[in-house]
């Protein structure tokens, strides 16, 4: 979703009661047929995000919760989800975040199976990392498991606390 700016604190705080501890964005007014108070507000995206309806704008719910709790508009920064659950609100789970930063916590596995291992047409494999909008090259492998442990290795120094291990 392209980046709108958020509207004025006010008016968000007369439409939304937001629990720090779980997560819930609650509605303080009824809305025509859609809503009453006391409701979860919004909706979930096919991208597994909050959606709410403001003035008859889509905007993401953490980016509301942000401007509710911090009193500031998130701009063209993200708001992440630090476990990398889209539907975990609670603010102790949430963390301001550039683009680059925000997408190490994506699966990112492709048809090898590992994030960042790319297999060339003679058999080798290839890690590499992107950090800071410029891609990085650490290596070329004679099987996947080298590779995948050389990204996982570099993710560990360029990544640190954006890494969310995944299962």
């Known amino acids: 979703m392209r980046y709108r700016p958020l509207p004025p604190l006010k008016l968000l705080k007369s439409l939304f009661d937001y629990d720090l501890m779980t997560g819930e964005l609650r509605w303080k007014i009824n809305r025509r047929g859609t809503a009453k108070a006391g409701d979860i507000a919004g909706t979930i995206s096919v991208f597994g995000y909050r959606i709410v309806m403001i003035l008859d704008h889509p905007y993401r719910a953490v980016r509301v919760i942000w401007k509710l709790v911090t ?45 960042g291992v790319v297999q060339r047409a003679n058999g080798k494999f290839v890690a590499c990392i992107r950090f800071d909008g410029k891609s990085i090259r650490l290596g070329t492998f004679d099987n996947v498991e080298q590779a995948s442990r050389a990204y996982r290795s570099a993710s560990k120094q360029f990544h640190k606390e954006w890494r969310t291990e995944r299962r």
């Open 71 to 115: 009193g500031c508009d998130p701009k063209t920064k993200e708001v992440d989800h630090k476990n990398g659950n889209r539907s975990d609100d609670r603010w102790m789970n949430l963390r301001l975040a550039e683009r680059w930063q925000q997408t190490v916590n994506a699966s990112g596995k492709n048809q090898t199976g590992h994030r």
